[in-house]
T-cell receptor, first 114, second 112 residues
C-alpha cells in the first residue's frame, strides 16, 4: 500500500513565524503535490514537484515555497505565516513521470495561524 | 475553463437505500477522472480512476461509471460506515502540472 505521511496533524503558529510542513512518501513516487483545502473553495494546488530539486507553481503559490532535496520528501514552507493561511494542508504523491497518474494523499495538517 | 460540479451537496439515506452521486465535468481533454472518499479531519482516500467513456469500476458497495460529460458513483445498500464526503476530480490533458481539479464534494450520511 502507498503510504504518505505528514509531519504534524495539528499545528498552531503565530503571525510572522516561518512554518515548515513536511511530507514523506514510501513508494518511490516521482511526483509530489501540496494542496490546501478550505470550506467552500475545495482543494487548490499550491506547488508540484516532478523530480528532485524540480518544482512548479500551482494555482495559489503566493506566500509559499517548497523544497525537494530527496525523492521521498517534499516540504512546504510558509516564509511569514499570516492568518489567511489558516487551512488544512494536504500532501499527495503519484507514481508516473510527467503529469498523469492517480494521486495518493496524506492525512493532512490542520494549521492555525493566530 | 476546466470545471467539476458535484450534486447533490448533501445526501441523507437510510441504511440499505441505494442511490447515486453525480459528477459533471467540463475539461479540454480528459486524462483521468478520480473518486475519493474523505472522512472528517482526514486526507482523501483513493477509490477509483476512470479513463474513458463506458468504463466502470466496482469496490464493495460502490460502483463508478463514466460518460463523456459526467460520472456517477452508485452506492448499493449503503451502511452507516459509508458516511463520508465523496470527492470527484479530473485531470486535464492540457495540464502541465498534473494537478487535479476537484469538485466541492457530496456529503453522504447513512442512518441506521
Amino acid at each position: 500500500d502507498v503510504k504518505v505521511t505528514q509531519s504534524s496533524r495539528y499545528l498552531v503558529k503565530r503571525t510572522g513565524e516561518k512554518v515548515f510542513l513536511e511530507c514523506v512518501q514510501d513508494m518511490d513516487h516521482e511526483n509530489m503535490f501540496w494542496y490546501r483545502q478550505d470550506p467552500g473553495l475545495g482543494l487548490r494546488l499550491i506547488y508540484f514537484s516532478y523530480d528532485v530539486k524540480m518544482k512548479e507553481k500551482g494555482d495559489i503559490p503566493e506566500g509559499y515555497s517548497v523544497s525537494r532535496e530527496k525523492k521521498e520528501r517534499f516540504s512546504l514552507i510558509l516564509e511569514s505565516a499570516s492568518t489567511n493561511q489558516t487551512s488544512m494542508y494536504l500532501c499527495a504523491s503519484s507514481l508516473y513521470p510527467g503529469t498523469s497518474g492517480t494521486q495518493y494523499f496524506g492525512p493532512g495538517t490542520r494549521l492555525t495561524v493566530t | 475553463e476546466d470545471q467539476v460540479t458535484q450534486s447533490p451537496e448533501a445526501l441523507r439515506l437510510q441504511e440499505g437505500e441505494s442511490s447515486s452521486l453525480n459528477c459533471s465535468y467540463t475539461v479540454s481533454g480528459l486524462r483521468g477522472l478520480f473518486w475519493y472518499r474523505q472522512d472528517p479531519g482526514k486526507g482523501p482516500e483513493f477509490l477509483f480512476t476512470l479513463y474513458s467513456a463506458g468504463e466502470e469500476k466496482e469496490k464493495e458497495r460502490l460502483k463508478a461509471t463514466l460518460t463523456k460529460k459526467e460520472s456517477f458513483l452508485h452506492i448499493t445498500a449503503p451502511k452507516p460506515e459509508d458516511s463520508a464526503t465523496y470527492l470527484c476530480a479530473v485531470q486535464a490533458r492540457s495540464s502541465n502540472t498534473g494537478k487535479l481539479i476537484f469538485g466541492q464534494g457530496t456529503t453522504l450520511q447513512v442512518k441506521p
